[in-house]
């Protein structure tokens, strides 16, 4: 029996949240009250990658500050409409990795699948923000090609389960992709990446957290915190059970300019996570993705945050810094 202490029995459904989001800079600033520095080149930058955010996420941030480190993730910037050499539209090489519809091929061994093409908020950094999700995700009900594809292939051993967030997708949908993954003999263990948790901390219902736990494939659940105040109450009470159901929690984040390149912070943040049952496993050195270099961290001053990071923390709560290169069989350690 998976203990599930839901304190949302009088909130609105996950799905019924998303829909209600904010999905413009003029009504994300309006909430903040922070419509004075609206900027008209921030409608264009979401014109190239629209703004998305739930109200649980705005509720966190703090009314009133325009420097505010969640809000700086999600508000669109003048600045995306820059240039800046070395940026690029693929900067991870993932449409070189595509292998057939709906997957990525990288590392020996595992495979990633293109769940969903959505978000429920979208990340300003985000590697992926020009990725061509409609002609590379796989629509729910026609799996079968690449469950085929992954039925033949028995050098796979771990699915990741990627987009998008994979969570857009409904327990119902889930479960049918999860219970096929699961028939196939040679897979072993399933990884779900996911920010939906950490922004919509509702998404982890009773359905999920059975999904994650019948499944015979060995679970790991990847979040994405980048910020101490990402982690809440509400966040914690959602994965309790996910834990109790002996489900593997780790955490990656990305290093972003004026969000989190400060060693105190980023020392809180790992401390944080391991009271939540988070290991931190990766931090980012940001991806060059066209629209994002005002996020970018030197390598000198990420070595340096990361160097004490070591002297602050146990080797277990220190997460690796690295970064990924288009082609390398591996992530790559900074
Ligand atoms: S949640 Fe992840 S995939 Fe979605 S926009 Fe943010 S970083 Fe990108």
Known sequence: ???????????KGWQQQLVEGLRSAVELLDYLGLTTFLDSHMEEAAARFPLRVTRYYANLMERGDFDDPLLRQVLPSPRELETADGFTRDPTGDLTARAGPGMLR????????IAS???????????????PYQASRVGPGAWKPLLCELTGDDTVSEIILSGGDPLMLSNSRLETLVGELGRIGHLKRLRIHSRLPVVLPDRVDHGLVEILDETRLKCTLVLHVNHPRELTP??????EPLAAAGIILLNQSVLLRKVNDAPGIQVDLCEKLFDYNILPYYLHQLDKVEGAAHFLVADARAREIHGIMRQRLPGYLLPRLVREEPGADSKQPL
Do not use: D, Q, W
């Open 117 to 131: 093409g959505g978000c429920a908020i979208n990340c300003r950094y985000c590697f992926r923000r020009h990725f």
């Open 106 to 113: 990288k590392y020996t061994g595992r495979a990633l699948v």
């Open 234 to 239: 509400e966040l914690g009470r959602a994965l």
């Open 1 to 11: 029996m998976i203990p599930f202490s839901s304190s949302t029995t009088n909130r």
